[in-house]
């Protein structure tokens, strides 16, 4: 990783990050279960799991969100800090053998409603799709970014 400061104003919408290929693990999904304390049978009980409509294990949601995220932290910015995460949606099931790829496009940026000449808000469209090109996961990962001193 590198360090790469870039102020509010340095952003531009449409911008477009594409990640490369990461395949979720059996070891994933145990490591976030035990994590978590999550440990339903849809991640946990193959027996259970080929009863029911998948067919098989599924991942968590936000195990496959927080490796999602990770996957498009590729720089250190000093001047951003994830805000939070807005319209997380869970669109397919991620089974333990899939490959998943992120796309983070800038939608948006707006000031900050009480310190706009400090910072504003960057907002990032993060989609992920598996090994077949069917989303899988959205999400908009908005950010604190400060402005730069005038």
Known sequence: MQVVERWFDDYEVGVLRTTTGRTITEADVVLHAGQTGDLYPHHMDAV????QPFGRRIAHGTLVMSIAVGMTAGDINPRAMSYGYDRVRFV??????????????????????????????????VTVV?????????LVHVYLVERAPR
């Open 130 to 138: 598996n090994q077949h090109g069917e989303t899988v996961l959205s």
């Open 48 to 51: 259970w799991a080929a009863s």
């Open 92 to 125: 397919r099931p991620v089974f333990i053998g899939d490959t998943i790829t992120v796309s983070a496009e800038v939608v948006g940026r707006r000031e900050h409603p009480r310190r706009p000449e400090q910072h504003g808000y960057v907002d990032e469209q």
